[in-house]
């Protein structure tokens, strides 16, 4: 054994005895106020449905989504990441950035319910394309520079609706730059970016295709999100959209990349966000279900990696339940 100085034993266990001795010398502490709740709303009324492939997740219309905006804000978390889908899919995904579109409506809805929770939205193309990619296709390609001026709008439109924050999720280069310029020249400069800047091919984004029915048609999403064995050209990625005027970016997913989070937290001042996804979520809950492990500790333990790597933000489908939990353990 290992000894100090005057030849004692150390003894690292004993600052392990009590949970208060715990408490009192732990290093990283997840807080309800850093957590994102993702909220997937969908066309149609008096919709409240649970998604199959992600238990616990619902599909909200925009006359009932307020519950969802007020179960967050009530629990203490600190923000909303909005969802939306199209009534009709289209090959330029118009809907998207329609200010009828159920997305635009629902940030107005969720404003006025909660306002003062930090409302982000996913800008995106991919629910509202009838190919289901991220962005316009010219042929079998999705188009660079067209996608981006439709993200751009779409982007534009969530401002108009009243976004706090939006976020690109469909990873085509420029896009930052032009969303940034855009919402500035219409006078939105006080609406942030949070890019996803590291989003990677995954295959833990199972589960949020079947909520989002964002499934592309044909073909995979390996032309434009980053390969998953790359790091040094996610921290590229980060880069640019740094120097574009991104205010947060986003690794994603978190779980399976806490080595780019790390990376991106040391190089990087903005603030970071990790978004533990669909994959990683509907994983833990179905061993859950099947009394394979502890679904409370194993969230917990989860989020805190997450912290630990250096994520700021986390967005994460337990926030809600997580929130709640730590209210309780502080009651206790
Ligand atoms: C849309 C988008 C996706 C996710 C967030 N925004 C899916 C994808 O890129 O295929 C994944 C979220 C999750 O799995 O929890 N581009």
């Known amino acids: 054994m290992f000894a100090d100085e005057g030849s004692r034993p150390v003894r690292l266990r004993r600052l392990r005895k009590t949970p208060a001795l715990r408490a009192l010398v732990r290093e990283i502490r997840v807080s309800a106020q850093q957590l994102v709740y993702p909220v997937f709303v969908v066309p149609g009324s008096g919709v409240k449905s649970e998604i199959d492939s992600m238990p616990g997740q619902f599909h909200w219309s925009v006359d009932r989504v307020a519950d969802a905006a007020r179960s967050a804000a009530d629990a203490g978390v600190g923000g909303l990441l909005l969802f939306g889908q199209a009534a009709i899919k289209s090959p ?3 809907e998207a950035s329609d200010s009828d579109g159920v997305t635009q409506q629902a940030i107005e809805v969720i404003k006025a319910a909660v306002p003062d929770l930090v409302l982000c939205t996913d800008v995106c193309l991919c629910s509202y394309t009838d190919h289901g990619h991220c962005g316009v296709l010219v042929g079998d390609e999705v188009d660079n520079d ?8 779409v982007a534009l439109s969530h401002a108009q609706a009243g976004a706090d924050v939006v976020a690109p999720s469909d990873m085509m280069d420029g896009r ?17 970016i949070m890019a996803y800047a590291a989003k990677y091919a995954s295959a833990f984004y199972g589960p949020f295709r079947d ?3 964002s499934a ?3 073909g995979d999403r390996h032309g434009y999100q980053l390969d998953p064995a790359n790091i040094r050209e996610a921290i590229r990625e980060v880069e640019l959209d740094v120097a574009e005027g991104a205010d947060i970016v986003i690794v994603k997913p978190g779980l399976t990349y806490l080595d780019v989070v790390a990376q991106v937290r040391s190089q ?5 966000a990790a978004y533990v996804v669909s994959g990683e979520y509907a994983a833990i809950k179905a061993a859950a279900s099947r009394g394979w492990l ?4 194993a969230f917990m333990e989860t989020l805190t990696s ?5 994520a700021d933000v986390i967005i994460t489908y337990s926030a809600i339940d997580v929130a709640r939990w730590m209210t309780e353990s502080r009651s206790r």
């Open 92 to 94: 330029s995904g118009s």
């Open 146 to 153: 067209a996608s981006v001026d439709r993200v751009a709008q």
């Open 176 to 192: 930052v730059r032009a969303v940034r310029t855009l919402l500035d020249s219409e006078g939105f400069i006080d609406v942030s």
């Open 211 to 213: 909520a989002a029915d």
């Open 216 to 218: 592309p048609m044909f």
């Open 268 to 272: 990087f001042d903005v603030p970071v």
């Open 294 to 297: 502890d679904e409370r500790t």
């Open 306 to 310: 997450v912290a630990r790597a250096g």
